[in-house]
């Protein structure tokens, strides 16, 4: 699996957008980009995926630029609750989920009264 | 329906000894994979059971092992504790036949080794 790159910590305001960059440039034809949260002291939650199409869900939103070496997770309006460690993590797609998830160090979001 | 769920919340062990850590999938799920997490790091995959036998293994020695109940729940055996044991340990199941996307996790054991 191709590997990615975040930055370690991010600041939101609340009831702002947060704005969740990721680099994954040897990302191949037939890898998805993946999204997980982890809030602390709790396992982490799948939010949004995606492999070249923007996605949107209840949670978030995943843009994914046209070349595909980079993404964004999109929290339109963030709240404290959203305080937590990101993970963007990149795998080939087999069906099933006979798979691993390699995270990375993710990004350490806060959201700020 | 219960999600996934592990049991203990907490162990506190100390060098040499083994420790066992149980899992319990969500309802209708039949693969169970298990992550380690040292502090400030991202979870590592140590191994995924599936029909009672394990098909795939991280880069973790044997001292790790693990098993498969017919009932789908999964035990982690750790032998020969070492001080850099001490970590969080996810369990997250799935169900073979949905997509990659649904891999739900537990909220983890905090193993100390002292």
């Known amino acids: 699996d191709a590997k990615t790159t975040q930055p370690p910590s991010m600041d939101c305001a609340e009831g702002r957008a947060a704005n969740l960059p990721c680099n994954h440039s040897?990302?191949?034809?037939?890898?998805?980009v993946y999204w997980y949260r982890q809030i602390h002291s709790q396992g982490p939650q799948y939010i949004i995926h995606?492999?070249?199409n923007n996605e949107t869900n209840e949670m978030a939103s995943l843009i994914i630029t046209e070349d595909r070496k980079s993404s964004t997770l999109i929290l339109p309006h963030a709240t404290l609750r959203d305080t937590a460690v990101y993970y963007c993590?990149?795998?080939?797609?087999?069906?099933?989920?006979?798979?691993?998830?390699?995270f990375g160090k993710g990004t350490l979001l806060t959201v700020n009264p | 329906d219960a999600g996934v769920t592990q049991s203990p919340t907490h162990l506190i062990k100390t060098r040499g000894q083994q420790v066992t850590l149980r899992c319990s999938p969500k309802?209708?799920?039949?693969?169970v994979s298990w992550y380690q997490q040292a502090l400030g790091q991202g979870p590592q995959f140590i191994f995924q059971?599936?029909?009672?036998?394990?098909?795939q293994r991280g880069n973790f020695p044997d001292r790790f092992s693990g098993h498969q109940f017919p009932n789908y729940s999964s035990e982690l055996n750790v032998n020969a504790l070492l001080l850099g044991d001490s970590a969080l340990y996810l369990c997250?199941?799935?169900?073979?036949?949905?997509?990659?996307?649904?891999?739900?996790f537990g909220p983890g054991t905090r193993l100390t080794v002292l």
């Open positions: 997250a199941s799935s169900w073979t036949g949905s997509a990659g996307l649904s891999q739900y």
């Open positions: 309802s209708g799920h039949d693969t």
């Open positions: 993590i990149v795998r080939v797609e087999s069906g099933g989920s006979n798979y691993k998830l390699t």
């Open positions: 040897t990302i191949s034809g037939n890898e998805y």
């Open positions: 059971y599936y029909e009672e036998e394990e098909r």
């Open positions: 995606g492999l070249k």
